[in-house]
């Protein structure tokens, strides 16, 4: 069955460093989301990205963050300056199109920035 | 607003009992509705989902959810909990909007006692 996977599992950074969180979406998936999830807390939308441009962003998504589909296949995220509270579990999620359906997720990147 | 709320973080229940966890949501039309489980260390999977119709839907591993618009509730049920049902449960309003994107409820933690 095909699934959402997310590399690397595990990232420690230093404050300030920029980190890269990698997504493969399912492969004939069209809208591709992020999440973080805050130990502890509740799993929070970060941006959903359709079309090769982001078609929405939350107010945690700032300038130090961006997402890229390089390949066609690859689904990034990008924090370009990490900060201790950007230490979450980053989830990666793709649905299929353009009726609305499940989204189907990754099992995470846990980020953690000392 | 659109949001979800669990009252309840975590319940213990016995093997072979039943469950039901509570959820409440806002939302200014009919939504679509999730349940997710989170095993430690794992993504989210999905049990069940409601867009409409029967109010009352299946999910996986036995799970059952009932729509209660008067309400504004989807509580998710379970005849007889099983020690492997022990994770985290999330559910979620899926937002009909540009995005798509699904707004979680903060948790509740499943323990099992044997």
């Known amino acids: 069955e095909p699934e959402v996977t997310q590399t690397p599992s595990h990232q420690v950074t230093q404050m300030g460093q920029e980190v890269i969180l990698r997504c493969v979406p399912i492969?004939?998936?069209?809208?591709f989301y992020w999440y973080r999830q805050i130990l502890g807390q509740k799993v929070e939308f970060l941006v959903s990205?359709?079309?090769?441009?982001?078609?929405?962003k939350s107010e945690i998504f700032d300038d130090q963050f961006s997402v890229e589909r390089p390949d066609g296949s690859n689904f990034t995220l990008k924090i370009r300056s990490t900060k201790l509270e950007d230490s979450a579990m980053y989830f990666c999620?793709?649905?299929?199109?353009?009726?609305?359906?499940?989204?189907?997720f990754g099992p995470g990147t846990r980020l953690t920035v000392l | 607003a659109q949001s979800v709320t669990q009252p309840d973080i975590h319940i213990t229940v016995s093997e072979g009992a039943s469950l039901e966890l509570r959820c409440n949501y806002s939302?200014?039309?009919?939504?679509?509705l999730f349940w997710y489980v989170q095993s430690p260390g794992q993504g989210l999977q999905l049990l069940l989902k409601?867009?409409?119709?029967?109010?009352l839907v299946q999910g996986i591993k036995g799970f059952e959810a009932e729509f209660k618009r008067s309400q504004s509730s989807f509580n998710l049920r379970k005849p007889s909990v099983h020690w492997s049902d022990a994770a985290e449960y999330f559910c979620?309003?899926?937002?009909?909007?540009?995005?798509?994107?699904?707004?979680f409820g903060s948790g509740t933690r499943l323990l099992v006692r044997p």
């Open positions: 999620a793709s649905t299929p199109g353009l009726t609305y359906n499940e989204q189907f």
């Open positions: 492969s004939n998936h069209l809208y």
């Open positions: 990205f359709y079309n090769n441009e982001i078609s929405e």
């Open positions: 939302y200014g039309a009919t939504p679509y």
């Open positions: 409601y867009f409409s119709g029967d109010t």
């Open positions: 979620a309003v899926g937002a009909r909007d540009s995005s798509y994107k699904l707004i």
